[in-house]
């Protein structure tokens, strides 16, 4: 029940010249912000206030559309409106936002697919606490454009398996939604009243770590110490 209290709390937020009625075409609330802390600020004061703890009884995860952000001219990532950043910086600046909020425990397209160097970064910085996941995959279940009221997902995600599945359906602000979350605390009510809940265990995620550089071939190793020292003679 808490959960589809939430959008109506974060409308209430009107009354602080916070605009949440713009919706875009997946049914989630886009409210205008001028720095990222300020909508996961807001979104954590609402979970307070439905009586919840934000990285104990309920998590975040961000779908950053990366490539969305990327400015092809410029070559860089619009994080904000007018504060543009390149991969490096990007790396950073998700990972000092990670740092911050800890009741974030996925992030979706932090960047293009093309940035396979600085996904590796990333990954290597932030996967031993939180969910990394690239869109195009197909192990994440979500409903985006061309959804129906049909139920199904609920029930695929609740089903009994040895993995933890993550479903992701943004905001229970149109009926398509509504339905999957109304789903989903049906099905937990059968199970509590089954005494088949199964409490909830600590997130634990998997540490990725960059791959290691391939070895030298034979010879390839003499080559490139022969070269660099022609290079080192000819400098001096």
């Avoid at 961000?62 to 070559?75: Q, R, S, T």
Wanted: charged content about 30%.
């Amino acid at each position: 029940m808490q959960y589809t209290v939430l959008p109506h709390m974060l409308r209430d937020y009107n009354l602080q010249n916070i605009s949440t009625k713009l919706v875009n075409d997946i049914g989630a609330m886009c409210p205008t912000f001028d720095k990222a802390e300020q909508g996961l600020d807001l979104l954590q004061e609402a979970i307070t206030n439905c009586g919840l703890t934000a990285g104990e009884d309920f998590f975040i995860g961000l779908n950053c559309a990366g490539p969305e952000m990327f400015d092809y001219e410029k070559g860089k990532y619009e994080v904000m409106v007018g504060i543009a950043k390149v991969a490096d910086d990007l790396v950073e600046f998700w990972s000092d936002l990670l740092t911050r909020y800890p009741s974030i425990i996925a992030i979706i397209d932090p960047m293009r697919k093309q940035e396979e160097e600085h996904w590796m970064r990333l990954c290597d910085r932030i996967s031993d606490r939180c969910l990394v996941i690239e869109d195009d995959n197909q192990i994440v279940m979500s409903s985006c454009q061309g959804e129906t009221t049909d139920t199904f997902l609920a029930d695929f995600v609740s089903c009994r398996c040895k993995c933890k599945i993550y479903q992701s359906w943004s905001t229970s602000k149109r009926g398509e939604r509504t339905v999957q979350i109304n789903r989903l605390l049906q099905i937990e009510k059968q199970l509590e009243t089954k005494d088949k809940l199964k409490p909830l265990e600590p997130n634990a995620f998997p540490h990725i770590a960059p791959p290691p550089l391939p070895e030298p071939e034979e010879g390839e190793g003499e080559a490139q110490t022969e070269e660099k020292a022609k290079k080192d003679g000819k400098k001096k």
